[in-house]
């Protein structure tokens, strides 16, 4: 989904026994509640309002030009360096194919392997023997994985800078933005993705750097295969 050399794209805790992996895409977990048995409950609504910031017209056609990058790439497989709350440094690879599925798997020995396909992202810590489901559109990472990805209809763009060849968007879902925050930073030339974040509704964040992108890349159907969930 995303590409470097030309039109490209492109990750809160949700328990404290879940590692800081889970801030890639899921700050919305925030806005759940869980039972014992680990099932999501109903969701918290979130009474805040966004403030969107002002833009200029200039600000308004580089969302435009970013749209339609990310729009343009269906696949991608890059490899990852996540940074994390503590300032603990993972490193993974990831796959992803619009719309709606992406897969990250952490190397070793971390545990962690997070799925996102049908309509839910299933995060797996096979070293807790712990699966976390939680719908796609409650986090962060539903924004990226939809057929039309939108940075205007149902999004408030919180953040704008572009300065140093860099642009950086922020941006919450406008109906629920408690489930966390999603900060974008492309290199201006040509449009690159260089890293995302997530901001959780605690103050956490997590940001991720994509490197050795290859978009475009054929990826097979497997790859999507959702971990079994816990019973």
């Not at 897969?103 to 070793?108: G, M, Q, T, V």
């Not at 990472?141 to 990805?149: A, M, S, Y």
């Amino acid at each position: 989904m995303l590409q470097m050399k030309e039109t490209t794209f492109m990750k809160s805790i949700f328990r404290a026994i879940l590692p800081a992996a889970m801030g890639l895409v899921l700050a919305g977990s925030q806005a759940y509640a869980q039972d014992d048995t680990g099932e999501t409950a109903i969701p918290v609504a979130s009474s805040s309002t966004p403030v969107p910031v002002a833009l200029s017209a200039s600000d308004k056609a580089w969302l435009k030009r970013i749209e339609q990058a990310l729009n343009q790439s269906k696949t991608f497989q890059a490899r990852i360096q996540q940074l994390d709350a503590e300032g603990k440094r993972t490193t993974g690879t990831v796959w992803m194919k619009r719309p709606g599925q992406m897969r990250l798997a952490y190397d070793p020995p971390s545990p962690l392997l997070l799925v996102a396909n049908g309509g839910k992202v299933v995060f797996r810590d096979n070293q807790l023997d712990q699966t976390t489901v939680i719908p796609i559109e409650r986090t962060p990472l539903g924004l990226l994985l939809r057929p039309h990805v939108s940075l205007t209809d149902d999004v408030t763009v919180t953040g704008f800078q572009h300065d140093n060849g860099l642009v950086q968007v922020t941006l919450v879902r406008t109906s629920s933005p408690g489930d966390g925050s999603l900060t974008l930073v492309f290199y201006e030339t040509p449009v690159a993705l260089r890293s995302w974040s997530v901001l959780d509704a605690q103050g956490r964040e997590t940001r991720v750097t994509l490197f050795d992108v290859h978009a475009g890349a054929d990826i097979p159907a497997s790859t999507f295969v959702l971990p079994a969930e816990d019973n």
